[in-house]
């Protein structure tokens, strides 16, 4: 992979990550106030805005940052193919747009998941970014609680979820081949 190659697909990846991460805010109705969802709000509303207008909220989602997160990611293939392929197909940018959300979106939720266990063994008392990783990966966590409890302060539910993601990750990714 050359460094142009690489250096196009993490600008847009870093970009439809904190897309992704702005729609799971709002879905699991991360504090608005705190700091870090203040920092993702600002990173995105110069594009997510101008959306709102046109395309409402349903049931609670924001479907304007689902629809922007689509338009990245179909984005990013159409200038790989476009740099590197010398062609532009339209279903294939679109198509390659939906396996790079549900790719990125499977690898934000893990992610957040380990930060989330990592910070829970170093974080004493309250801290905002904690409080975001809490707050985002709680929804997740609280139906697998609900069938394994906590084994002598040991939290399995953050185990069986990563466990659950690669599964449903290689399940589509399998589907798509």
Do not use: C
């Amino acid at each position: 992979m050359s460094a142009i190659h690489f250096l196009i697909e993490t600008l847009f990846d870093l970009f439809l990550m904190v897309v992704l991460l702005r729609f799971w805010m709002q879905w699991a109705q991360v504090d608005f106030y705190n700091p870090v969802s203040q920092a993702v709000v600002k990173a995105t509303s110069f594009a997510v805005n101008p959306l709102r207008k046109v395309i409402p909220g349903f049931a609670g989602m924001d479907i304007a940052s689902l629809v922007l997160a689509f338009i990245v990611a179909s984005a990013k293939a159409s200038v790989l193919m476009l740099i590197f392929g010398g062609y532009w197909d339209a279903a294939k940018a679109a198509l390659d747009g939906l396996l790079t959300l549900l790719i990125e979106a499977f690898r934000l939720v893990f992610w957040i998941l380990v930060i989330r266990a990592l910070l829970s063994w170093v974080v004493q008392g309250y801290n905002p970014a904690a409080a975001v990783f809490e707050q985002l990966t709680e929804p997740l966590l609280r139906p697998v609680r609900k069938v394994i409890p906590p084994l002598g302060g040991l939290d399995l539910s953050i185990m069986v979820v990563v466990l659950g993601m690669m599964f449903l990750q290689h399940l589509v990714m399998d589907f798509m081949r």
